[in-house]
T-cell receptor
């Protein structure tokens, strides 16, 4: 029972272009969402988050969009840089449990 | 910059042996989490501590896994006996307090290979 899904295991984008990573969830009780980035041999690092009361949050080159009716969120990276090449995980939290549910990750490769 | 420390970084063990991992969270972080990440999957919570108390261990295979955080600071995760299916990355994370857990800070992980 995968409550958080990242259906694209990998994505390749040219440097300077937009990267769009997608995440779908099934539990309508989730009220906070986060994106983490993971480099090989390192732990995940927090990237950006969004509360369910918002539909957009922006931080520099990173923007997260939330569509509650579709139970879908996306991470936009503009412009993409080779250093953005990593595995990206979305995570969802139900504030009643404070428990992270992670997606399976999307490996982004930014081509120079 | 404060970091979550984990050791060892890599561990190879034979099945049926015992193995232990150590985690030192960011100073002052009351909440500590152990996750298991199998290749190709996202991290899955094994156990969550609030200070020295376990608040969630519903996904911990208690017949072989144990975790402790005796003084509410560092923590140890043990597997005995290890099985081939335990091969994974074991991640430790910490957060400041349970009312504001949204940003968890992860350590580098311990990659376990069971042969």
């Amino acid at each position: 029972d995968q409550q958080v899904k990242q259906n694209s295991p990998s994505l390749s984008v040219q440097e300077g272009r937009i990267s769009i990573l997608n995440c779908d969830y099934t539990n309508s009780m989730f009220d906070y969402f986060l994106w983490y980035k993971k480099y090989p041999a390192e732990g995940p690092t927090f990237l950006i988050s969004i509360s369910s009361i918002k539909d957009k949050n922006e931080d520099g080159r990173f923007t997260v969009f939330l569509n509650k009716s579709a139970k879908h969120l996306s991470l936009h990276i503009v412009p993409s840089q080779p250093g953005d090449s990593a595995v990206y995980f979305c995570a969802a939290i139900h504030s009643g449990t404070y428990k992270y549910i992670f997606g399976t990750g999307t490996r982004l490769k930014v081509l120079a | 910059e404060a970091e979550v420390a984990q050791s060892p970084r890599y561990k190879i063990t034979e099945k049926s042996q015992a193995v232990a991992f150590w985690c030192d969270p960011i100073s002052g972080h009351a909440t500590l989490y152990w996750y298991r990440q199998i290749l190709g999957q996202g991290p899955e919570l094994l156990v969550q501590f609030q200070d020295e108390s376990v608040v969630d261990d519903s996904q911990l295979p208690k017949d072989r896994f144990s975790a402790e955080r005796l003084k509410g600071v560092d923590s140890t995760l043990k597997i005995q006996p290890a099985e081939l299916g335990d091969s994974a990355m074991y991640l430790c994370a910490s957060s400041l307090d349970p009312a504001s857990p949204y940003e968890q800070y992860f350590g580098p992980g311990t990659r376990l290979t069971v042969t």
